[in-house]
């Protein structure tokens, strides 16, 4: 009775991409109708969540306190994937100099997208702060919908990280 589930690896681009589109098409088809239910779901979405906000006030006023909250404790590598990956862009776009051991600022400019990629696909595979487990690459008798990455996705993720731990004293302008 066992069955074996054959899963396949979809590319992340793909993925972002197919949920793009399918977003497009429903904008496309509905109209203005489109966006009067949206603010119809986000309105009773505030609504519903309003003890959730007032946590979130909590959590930022800890955050200017202390530096980190308590949500933040709940999956730490998400939070510091979503800050390091917002500062590397910000550092990308806003660097003056490289280290010393790059030939010119192109070759430190690809290293920091490795990097940049690394965290992005991990914040990816998490989903969000609150689901603190993911599936790197295809692992057979995966479920379907898990977001598999192939074996060259791995290999990149994992040397963007390890470019990270190299570099750690070079982030910075």
Same mark, same amino acid.
């Given at each position: 009775?066992?069955?074996? +589930?054959?899963? @396949?690896? =979809?590319?992340? *681009? ?11 098409? =429903? ?5 203005? &109708? ?5 603010? &119809?779901?986000?309105?009773?979405? &505030? ?7 007032? @946590? ?13 909250? *308590? ?7 998400? !939070? ?7 500062? /590397?862009?910000?550092?990308?776009? +806003? ?14 400019? $690809?290293?920091?997208? $490795?990097?940049? !990629? ?11 702060? #609150? ?12 479920? $379907? ?6 074996? $060259?996705?791995? #290999? ?7 470019? &990270?731990?190299?570099?750690? /004293? *070079?982030?910075? *302008?």
């Amino acid at each position: 009775m066992n069955k074996k +589930h054959k899963s @396949k690896a =979809r590319p992340i *681009d793909d993925l972002f991409k197919e949920i793009q589109k399918k977003d497009d098409k =429903r904008k496309e088809a509905w109209g203005i &109708f489109y966006w009067m239910y949206e603010a &119809f779901w986000w309105s009773r979405w &505030f609504i519903l969540n309003l003890p959730y906000h007032l @946590k979130f006030i909590k959590w930022s006023y800890q955050r200017v306190v202390r530096g980190w909250s *308590d949500k933040d404790t709940w999956c730490y590598s998400y !939070y510091l994937a979503d800050i390091i990956e917002g500062g /590397m862009e910000h550092l990308l776009k +806003h660097q003056h100099r490289y280290p010393p051991e790059f030939v010119n600022s192109l070759q430190w400019e $690809e290293v920091q997208r $490795e990097i940049i !990629y690394s965290f992005k696909v991990h914040k990816m595979l998490m989903g969000s702060d #609150d689901n603190c487990s993911y599936l790197l690459y295809n692992i057979e008798g995966a479920p $379907e919908g898990f977001v598999m990455l192939t074996k $060259e996705q791995t #290999d990149k993720y994992y040397r963007g990280l390890n470019l &990270f731990v190299l570099h750690f /004293m *070079d982030l910075g *302008d």
